[in-house]
Structure formats: structure tokens, C-alpha cells
């Protein structure tokens, strides 16, 4: 069972970019798709960003152009940077690996990390 640790979150003024890291509790080679989502209370969580093992990536509409996600095996670890930020894009970002064809995730959600876009 993997654990994931997200950290880089922050205040960040509106046009600014952040990177975000998370740390995983087993090797992630071994993981199909990693995922980058992000939850604003009272609305649904939203996979903003997914990577397969094979390195292929999607983005939601939301935040295609402006986002990169990318995985170091070696450190266990799964990026998401941002450029671009819009106060839209404040939330708490969580990474997990989603089921195939499905809403659900593989693995218990950890802390996330805060990001708030505001002048």
C-alpha cells in the first residue's frame, strides 16, 4: 500500500507558476498512472493531470497548456508545475493513482498541499 506525501503548495500572485512535488512510499515504476488532482471545498476533486508508466500524459481542459506533470523514478516522486496560475486554480492538491476507466483511486488520500492564487 503507498502512501504519498504532497508538499510545495503556497501563496502564489495571479500569472505565477509553483511547482508541486509528492512523494510516494513505494516504488512508483511499478505504478500504471499517477495522477495530480486537486479538490475546493464543497465541489468535487478533479484530476487536473495524469501520466502513465509508459510517460504519456493528459491534462483536463482546465489546465492544459499551462501544466507539466513528470515522475523521477529514483526518488519515488511525481511534479506537477504550473504556469500561468489563475485564482480558479486555488485548491488542495493531492496526487493518487486512478483505476482505469474509472473515478476511483488505488490508494488512501494523503495531507495535499494548499495552493492559493490571490493578488
Known amino acids: 500500500q503507498a502512501q504519498f506525501v504532497e508538499s510545495g503548495g503556497g501563496l502564489v500572485r495571479p500569472g505565477g507558476s509553483l511547482s508541486l512535488s509528492c512523494a510516494a512510499t513505494?516504488?512508483?515504476?511499478?505504478?500504471?498512472?499517477l495522477g495530480w488532482y486537486r479538490q475546493v471545498p464543497g465541489k468535487a476533486r478533479e484530476l487536473v493531470a495524469s501520466?502513465?508508466?509508459?510517460?504519456?500524459?493528459k491534462y483536463a481542459d482546465s489546465v492544459k497548456g499551462r501544466a507539466t506533470i513528470s515522475t523521477d523514478n529514483a526518488k519515488n516522486t511525481v511534479y506537477l508545475h504550473m504556469d500561468s496560475l489563475k485564482p480558479e486554480d486555488t485548491a488542495n492538491y493531492h496526487c493518487?493513482?486512478?483505476?482505469?476507466?474509472?473515478?476511483?483511486?488505488?490508494?488512501?488520500w494523503g495531507q495535499g498541499t494548499q495552493v492559493t492564487v490571490s493578488s
Open positions: 493518487n493513482s486512478p483505476l482505469r476507466g474509472t473515478s476511483l483511486v488505488l490508494y488512501s
Open positions: 513505494k516504488s512508483i515504476s511499478s505504478i500504471d498512472v
Open positions: 501520466i502513465e508508466s509508459s510517460g504519456s500524459t
